[in-house]
């Protein structure tokens, strides 16, 4: 009997480990190139933009595409960074009020020697992205 359960537990391992190696797994785009001090500065002007934003943690954005303003609460910020155009892009997770999950991507631009985050754009709504240009 006690054989019987630890192959079962051995076969559901397999199985589960199986289904993950196999499933089509999303995961956002990211720069390898991108890496060591730049990719914290990066990161940091984010945090920057969104803190100094903030009110009562609640972050506000215009949402165009709906024409509503939306207050969502920050989660977390996204690992991957690319490079699109003259912009480094990396996304962060909010949630509204409704639980709806909004992925907010942000424009980080070179100033000198400083990087500066200059605009949020709404990337994705619970999973639904949207299109947008940043590339001349």
Do not use: W
Not at 118 to 129: M, T
């Amino acid at each position: 009997m006690k054989k019987s359960i630890k192959i079962n537990r051995i076969l559901v391992t397999v199985i589960s480990i199986s289904i993950m190696l196999t499933s089509p797994i999303v995961y956002a785009a990211d720069d390898s190139s991108i890496k060591g001090a730049l990719r914290e500065k990066i990161k940091t002007s984010m945090m920057a933009y969104i803190e100094t934003r903030m009110v009562n943690d609640t972050f506000f954005i215009f949402d165009a595409p709906e024409g509503r303003l939306l207050n969502l609460k920050f989660d977390k910020l996204h690992e991957g960074i690319v490079k699109k155009g003259n912009f480094y892009v990396s996304c962060a997770d909010f949630f509204d009020k409704n639980g709806k999950k909004i992925d907010l991507d942000f424009l980080v631009v070179k100033d000198g020697d400083q990087l500066k985050t200059i605009q949020a754009v709404v990337h994705a709504v619970d999973g639904n992205k949207r299109k947008y240009q940043l590339e001349g």
